[in-house]
């Protein structure tokens, strides 16, 4: 901005011709200033908040989606089928954003059932390469950043490791692995609802079976669905709570930071526009529904107007072994709420998933 204000300063004098096309090319100087100063606000708002990950997520070009296959059905028994699959060793390298943490991981991943090409985040605790726990397996935690969103928010904005890392240090929570995949799949800014979706996206095998295979792949993941969650703060809360219920035999607990029932809480969401896919992506109706209660730990959080009446519903529909747990918070829908929330959410956590020792 301030080279454009400088520019115009230097031209304003020296603009030559009739005095139409005097006022057209100064009015056009100040409409650039204008466009640059917003243009200047949005990125420092941007890069405050990793809201968008690059400029395809902003203007809405980058597509994830390679193709929409059939996908195959899994077992009974978990992750058993997708086990059973070729191990791909995937390439790591820093993620190169100032914002976010040096220990934090990237790779690029080709999901092999969705058709979903995206990148993935991974943070490893502090006890990962000590010694003392080579023989060691680890708990998960799936991270999902709102709708837009981007993989880097939860490390570079809610600072989820910086603020763990002593914690598990001390022993304090359970020294669980961090992964953040990509959630913005569809170029047409549309949300996924964290659904698959019959010849646009297969957004719930993306999340739920491609990257937990992923990580299992590469790293010392423990297998068992009672070592992994799901979180995710307003669009990824609503979908933190669906993939946890709609998946018992992958994820223990699910986590909703000011999420939702009904998809059309987000009213771009693919899931909201579809009457049979709103009624079931609610993670109410899922719950409803089920053929026995999902032994799944669900922590809801919200102000009033904006998540917690979504969370009592689901606390009074609930029957063992299913857990709700309403946590009422005061404040805007935003980042500076659920930022501080962390400490406490994962020592929640770590009751449903203590340490292995």
């Excluded at 939860?154 to 953040?180: A, C, H, N, R």
């Excluded at 606390?315 to 930022?339: I, N, R």
């Amino acid at each position: 901005m301030p080279i454009s204000i400088a520019a115009a300063l230097l031209l304003w004098g020296r603009v030559r011709g009739p005095q139409p096309l005097q006022l057209l090319s100064r009015l056009a100087m100040l409409l650039f200033c204008q466009f640059t100063a917003v243009m200047m606000v949005f990125i420092m708002v941007n890069n405050a908040n990793l809201i968008y990950g690059s400029w395809d997520d902003l203007l809405g070009t980058g597509n994830h989606v390679r193709a929409v296959p059939k996908v195959p059905a899994d077992g009974a028994s978990g992750t058993s089928n997708d086990n059973k699959r070729p191990k791909v060793v995937q390439a790591f390298k820093g993620v190169g954003d100032p914002k976010v943490p040096n220990d934090v991981q990237t790779t690029d991943l080709k999901g092999q059932l969705s058709g979903i090409d995206g990148e993935v985040l991974v943070w490893l605790p502090p006890q990962y390469n000590d010694p003392a726990y080579k023989d060691k397996t680890f708990p998960v935690v799936e991270l999902l950043p709102g709708w837009p969103g981007s993989s880097k928010t939860w490390y570079g904005t809610l600072k989820v490791s910086d603020q763990l890392k002593p914690m598990m240090q001390k022993g304090e929570v359970s020294p669980f692995i961090l992964i953040s995949p990509r959630t913005n799949l569809l170029g047409d800014t549309v949300d996924t609802g964290c659904a698959d979706v019959p010849g646009k996206v297969n957004a719930d095998t993306w999340l739920a079976r491609d990257v937990p295979q992923m990580v299992l792949d590469n790293f010392r993941a423990d297998p068992s669905a009672d070592r992994w969650a799901v979180a995710g703060y307003s669009a990824g809360g609503h979908c933190a709570a669906k993939l946890a219920l709609e998946h018992p035999d992958r994820y223990r607990a699910g986590i909703s930071l000011s999420g939702y029932n009904d998809p059309a809480g987000e009213d771009k969401s693919l899931t909201a526009k579809d009457p049979h896919l709103r009624e079931i992506s609610n993670p109410l109706n899922i719950l409803k529904n089920a053929a026995q209660p999902p032994k799944v730990a669900l922590y809801m959080s919200g102000n009033k107007g904006d998540g917690y009446e979504a969370a009592e519903t689901m606390k009074a529909a609930a029957k063992a072994p299913t857990t709700v747990l309403p946590v009422e918070t005061t404040g805007p829908h935003a980042s500076d709420v659920w930022k501080p929330m962390i400490p406490s959410i994962f020592t929640w956590l770590t009751g449903i998933i203590p340490a292995n020792h």
